[in-house]
């Protein structure tokens, strides 16, 4: 578990599934990521983010309020790459529920996230995706000190064709040297 100021960045818990699904089903937190979630899919996700935090020791992590236990969404780390591409890189991402957007709630968890995986891990750079419209995440990879790679735009495998969310782009921060 991480700590910062305000969050508890930590492994997922069953009671994490319902606010999960409540996200999912939020139009506007969707917007920009896919489809809305069914419980079934909202479960499968989560059930995937434990057996990569087992297998790793790391996921997206769940992000809780500290001052009112309140689950706000997940951000952390991913080993397994979203396309082939992408390959051996290590990703962070984060999703936040729609009434923690603009506290600066995603920043804070990011940068530990961040923090831990140059403490934590060997990759020598850290990646992020998303959609060329979710001007949110790309901001916000750009606070983090991330770069847009020239060569990272892709469409996204999992996402079907002709659907305005296939393209995305890809940011990137190197490891100090």
Not at 5 to 16: A, F, K, T
Not at 17 to 44: H, I, K
Not at 140 to 152: T, W
């Amino acid at each position: 578990m991480i700590e910062t100021e305000r969050l508890l960045v930590r492994p997922w818990q069953d009671s994490d599934r319902a606010p999960f699904a409540e996200m999912g089903q939020d139009p506007e937190v969707m917007a920009t990521l896919g489809p809305l979630m069914s419980r079934a899919e909202v479960d499968a996700a989560v059930d995937r983010l434990m057996a990569h935090q087992a297998k790793h020791g790391f996921c997206f992590w769940a992000l809780e309020r500290k001052a009112d236990g309140m689950f706000l969404g997940f951000c952390g780390l991913k080993a397994e790459a979203a396309a082939p591409h992408l390959a051996g890189e290590l990703e962070t991402g984060w999703r936040l529920r729609r009434d923690a957007w603009g506290g600066g709630y995603a920043r804070e968890a990011a940068e530990a996230s961040l923090g831990w995986a140059l403490a934590n891990t060997s990759y020598k750079r850290v990646i992020a995706i998303t959609t060329p419209g979710n001007v949110r995440s790309w901001g916000l990879m750009e606070r983090l000190g991330m770069h847009r790679l020239a060569d990272g735009d892709f469409d996204h495998p999992s996402v079907p064709d002709g659907d305005p969310l296939k393209p995305h782009i890809t940011y990137a921060i190197d490891r100090p040297r």
